[in-house]
């Protein structure tokens, strides 16, 4: 499967952004749907994930209540809709997928076999 990842951008602190990756090449609902990013310096890091039925989402902590993933199978897309943007949420976006990969696996990067490239999104304070 070929994913791309796209919707990033410049906001304001309190802003927001719905970045969307868009799967090519197999049934993207087979696949579970992880979020990653890394800001300059740091660890690439969790940040939102979604089971295959999209019963189930995942948040890391320090985006829980703001952030919001959610996918729709039949336009092969899974979306992240990130609201009240805050400086520290600076960082290169990516998302990942696989057709193998459990649950309890999903914020796991290295889970992870399909990647896409990632989506620059800069919050200014």
């Known amino acids: 499967v070929q994913l791309q990842a796209s919707g990033g951008g410049l906001v304001q602190a309190g802003g927001f952004l719905r970045l969307s990756c868009a799967a090519s090449?197999?049934?993207?609902?087979?696949?579970?749907v992880g979020w990653f990013r890394q800001a300059p310096g740091k660890e690439r890091e969790f940040v939102a994930a979604?089971?295959?039925?999209?019963?189930?989402?995942f948040y890391t902590d320090s985006v829980k209540g703001r952030f919001a993933v959610s996918r729709d199978n039949a336009k092969n897309t899974v979306y992240l809709q990130m609201d009240n943007l805050k400086p520290e949420d600076t960082a290169v976006y990516s998302c990942?997928?696989?057709?193998?990969?459990?649950?309890?696996?999903?914020?796991?990067?290295?889970?992870?076999?399909?990647w896409g490239q990632g989506t620059q999104v800069t919050v200014s304070s």
């Open positions: 090449g197999r049934t993207f609902r087979n696949f579970g």
């Open positions: 979604i089971s295959r039925s999209g019963s189930t989402p």
């Open positions: 990942a997928a696989d057709d193998r990969i459990i649950q309890s696996s999903l914020r796991v990067s290295s889970r992870y076999r399909f």
